[in-house]
Nanobody, 124 residues
Framework: QVQLVESGGGLVQAGGSLRLSCAAS????????MGWFRQAPGKEREYVAA????????YYAGSVKGRFTISADVAKNTVHLQMNTLKPEDTAVYYC?????????????????WGQGTQVTVSS
């Protein structure tokens, strides 16, 4: 089991940037594939980005490709989501999640460990 704690959310104006962090702890965290999800009020949870700890396998949703960058720091057990050129539609609670790494890009349903979430609000 891996434990996840997110940080870095906040309020930012449209066009601005934020960096989210997800600290992972627990046994064998390196064996997990790490993802970021978001959920806006009244909407379904969206799979935003994901990465293997080696950095060799990444995934981005079309809605964030070119604006968001996911990275993994094995030495600090931390995954970051750098969000640039933020838009009001990026407003949501952002969740970090982990899936057992099977050597591929994990699907939404594979993620079984979740953090508590961090609020990101983008004002227009």
């Amino acid at each position: 089991q891996v434990q996840l704690v997110e940080s870095g959310g906040g309020l930012v104006q449209a066009g601005g940037s934020l960096r989210l962090s997800c600290a992972a702890s627990g046994r064998a965290f390196i064996k997990y594939y790490m993802g970021w999800f978001r959920q806006a009020p009244g909407k379904e949870r969206e799979y935003v980005a994901a990465i293997s700890w080696s950095g060799s396998r990444t995934y981005y949703a079309g809605s964030v490709k070119g604006r968001f960058t996911i990275s993994a720091d094995v030495a600090k057990n931390t995954v970051h989501l750098q969000m640039n050129t933020l838009k009001p539609e990026d407003t949501a609670v952002y969740y970090c999640a982990a899936a057992q790494d099977k050597g591929t890009i994990s699907m939404f349903r594979d993620f079984s460990s979740w953090g508590q979430g961090t609020q990101v609000t983008v004002s227009s």
